[in-house]
């Protein structure tokens, strides 16, 4: 098979075929962040650039890694180092990172669909890494891959995502790609943080946490965006962490061999309690480990490679 997209905008425009595609590539990665010397020469002389317009450690890093180790040239762009702040709009930086000649842009930004905007814009390929609320389509395939690895499948699972859904990009991203395959999707979190439209996606919504992770063979933890807190969508973190946090007591509702992950950073003690974020359940450290081979894979196929 090859690779005919041109740019990774979201989980809802992937096919099957192709997230089965992207997760096979990813797979024969995994081996190289392994080696003494991890490095090859597969995307030598290509240029990558990673403009993240909003805040970003964990996926910026990982692109850059993911880049390095493909041996090609990474360039990071930051708001604060933009011209954006000088009053250029969005369209011209964009303009002038294209007649720089990249091969991929790598884009974050605030605003739901700023990456859709730039991919009729200019001739690269984009890859994007985050719109506002709406999606996060690297997240969930690394979330998958991780789920795939572990359980061998996705297709019947229950998957239980729990915490702010309204204003999640990477629990939106998870229920088109996750629904795509076959899991049983529960989402659970207070009703100021539920968006009814997400049960016309074909998945269950619940206020009560205990009914969303009863039996789960996953639970998918989010984090708590406490700057929130002031909006007054929830009374208070003490009180978001006694109904809404996973803890030992919670997590003996769910199957016995659950898999217990979460996008990072980790709030301990507000939506996950430190024993279960370093126990035995736990795959956080292993999606971050899959994050840098899927990236390695969006990149070389953007770039023309094959299986």
């Known amino acids: 098979?090859?690779?005919?997209?041109?740019?990774?905008?979201?989980?809802?425009?992937?096919?099957?075929?192709?997230?089965?595609?992207?997760?096979?590539?990813?797979?024969?990665?995994?081996?190289?962040?392994?080696?003494?010397?991890?490095?090859?020469?597969?995307?030598?002389?290509?240029?990558?650039?990673?403009?993240?317009?909003?805040?970003?450690?964990?996926?910026?890093?990982?692109?850059?890694?993911?880049?390095?180790?493909?041996?090609?040239?990474?360039?990071?762009?930051?708001?604060?180092?933009?011209?954006?702040?000088?009053?250029?709009?969005l369209m011209d930086t964009a303009r002038n990172l294209e007649a720089m000649n990249p091969d991929i842009v790598v884009i974050r930004h605030s605003a739901a669909g700023a990456p859709h905007m730039i991919a009729k814009l200019i001739r690269q390929s984009i890859i994007n890494a985050g719109d506002?609320?709406?999606?996060?389509?690297?997240?969930?395939?690394?979330?998958?891959?991780?789920?795939?690895?572990?359980?061998?499948?996705?297709?019947?699972?229950?998957?239980?995502?729990?915490?702010?859904?309204?204003?999640?990009?990477?629990?939106?991203?998870?229920?088109?790609?996750?629904?795509?395959?076959?899991?049983?999707?529960?989402?659970?979190?207070?009703?100021?943080?539920l968006p009814r439209f997400m049960e016309h996606l074909g998945v269950t919504m619940h206020t009560d946490m205990s009914e969303a992770i009863r039996d789960a063979d996953v639970i998918m933890m989010l984090r708590i965006q406490t700057e929130r807190e002031q909006l007054n969508i929830f009374p208070s973190l003490r009180e978001y962490a006694s109904q809404y946090g996973l803890n030992r007591e919670r997590i003996a509702q769910a199957s016995p061999d659950v898999l217990v992950m979460h996008p990072g950073p980790l709030n301990r003690g507000v939506e996950i309690s430190s024993e279960v974020a370093d126990g035995a359940h736990s795959v956080i450290l292993e999606q971050v480990t899959y994050g840098v081979a899927l990236r390695m894979a969006l990149l070389y196929l953007l770039a023309g490679g094959t299986l």
Do not use: C, Y
Not at 149 to 171: E, F, M, P, Q, W
């Open 132 to 193: 506002g609320a709406h999606e996060h389509p690297t997240q969930a395939l690394l979330d998958m891959m991780t789920i795939r690895s572990r359980k061998g499948t996705i297709a019947g699972l229950k998957v239980a995502i729990v915490g702010d859904i309204s204003h999640s990009r990477v629990a939106r991203s998870n229920v088109f790609g996750l629904t795509k395959f076959g899991a049983d999707v529960h989402l659970a979190g207070p009703s100021t943080m």
């Open 1 to 89: 098979m090859k690779w005919r997209k041109k740019d990774i905008l979201g989980m809802k425009t992937l096919s099957v075929d192709e997230i089965n595609f992207i997760l096979d590539t990813a797979d024969s990665f995994v081996e190289i962040s392994t080696r003494d010397i991890k490095k090859v020469p597969t995307l030598r002389g290509k240029a990558i650039i990673h403009f993240f317009v909003e805040p970003s450690t964990r996926t910026r890093t990982s692109f850059e890694v993911a880049g390095k180790r493909l041996s090609a040239d990474t360039i990071n762009i930051a708001a604060s180092s933009s011209s954006l702040l000088k009053g250029e709009t």
